[in-house]
């Protein structure tokens, strides 16, 4: 019976860690060639953990078979990076360092989708209190900003084509130059400022990629006809990266330092998320701690809000609030220019 017991579990083994392997693959896929298997990019951490279970089994057993989820593991960490992330260091933000916030705020509420009339009131005040130096709105809301008048330079553009989101890109610093990236057949959109911060001019992009459609109590995974979801989800894969190649030819006509903040509708194990990642650094794998969850589906936390920036910026802090005011949540980073 043991060993019968023993086949079934190294069979789902195998089963489970050839998933992890595809999901861990994804990131190297062209979504916008194969979207097919990009859904199970999306899987990656819960997988992740079944495997750890896997290896855990085979090892309390002392049986040889703990190589394969283990070796895997060792693998995905390597090539695709942790999804957990334990610190150990005491850097912390001065007060000439730069602060980064970003924020899908979704319209402070504007829908009613939060049962809080005070949505509005607590999130300013949330904001006026970390206090950071450039937020990065996604679904901002234009009749708004002019409460936010610690921020004098804005660049918030009302555009009242196909119901875009609107972003929004409030400084301390005087923004020079701006501009959208205006996507092609989405209602998503990117947004650009440039800053000038202790005499250097930076390139700030404020981006929110494709949404993938899938509401986690409206027409979760789990309720809704598996084609229709995966179609969707496809659909929506092949059009973030695209949108991660137009952000890269973008970015390919500017000199200045970058950062890059947004609301990228996918994890850190993406074809779109590779693409626009680049060389460039994830705040939260530099100075993150735990899960690093920005939005709760079906009780799991997906990291899919991210600041990213240039070798030229050194990552003193990493930041994950737990706010309810939004059904995402903010993040923020602080930096210093490298000598």
């Known amino acids: 019976m ?68 283990g070796s895997l593991l060792v693998f995905g960490y390597v090539v695709g990076g942790a999804f957990v992330k334990f610190s150990f260091s005491n850097d912390g933000a001065e007060k000439e360092d730069l602060r980064v916030m970003s924020y899908n705020i979704r319209s402070f509420n504007s829908w009613g989708n939060i049962d809080d009339p005070k949505v509005y009131e607590k999130t300013f005040e949330f904001i006026a209190k970390e206090d950071p130096d450039i937020i990065c709105f996604q679904e901002a809301n234009y009749l708004k900003k002019g409460d936010f008048k610690k921020y004098p330079y804005q660049h918030l553009e009302y555009i009242n084509i196909d119901d875009r989101v609107l972003l929004g890109i409030f400084s301390k610093y005087p923004i020079v130059n701006e501009g959208t990236l205006d996507w092609p057949n989405s209602f998503n959109n990117g947004a650009f400022a440039d800053i000038l911060y202790k005499g250097d001019t930076l390139r700030m992009y404020n981006l929110h990629m494709e949404s993938l459609n ?126």
């Open 2 to 69: 043991s060993r019968w017991f023993r086949k079934i579990v190294f069979a789902l083994n195998i089963l489970f860690a050839s998933l992890l392997f595809l999901g861990i693959m994804v990131a190297f896929i062209p979504s916008d060639r194969f979207p097919y298997v990009s859904p199970w990019g999306l899987a990656v951490p819960v997988l992740v953990v079944v495997n750890i279970v896997f290896a855990l089994y085979w090892g309390l057993h002392r049986n040889r078979r703990f190589w394969l989820s």
């Open 214 to 339: 899938v509401r986690p109590k409206a027409d979760s995974l789990l309720g809704s006809p598996y084609e229709n979801v995966y179609k969707r989800l496809t659909k929506a894969f092949r059009r973030q990266t695209s949108q991660a190649r137009f952000v890269l030819s973008h970015r390919e006509k500017v000199g200045y330092k970058t950062i890059i903040c947004g609301d990228f509708n996918n994890n850190q194990f993406s074809n779109s998320y590779r693409l626009v990642k680049g060389d460039m650094v994830d705040t939260f794998e530099e100075k993150g701690v735990g899960f690093g969850g920005t939005y709760d589906f079906l009780g799991f936390p997906f990291r899919i809000d991210f600041i990213l920036a240039d070798p030229e910026f050194q990552v003193q802090t990493h930041t994950n609030y737990t706010v309810p005011y939004s059904d995402h949540f903010p993040v923020m980073a602080s930096f210093r220019l490298k000598e």
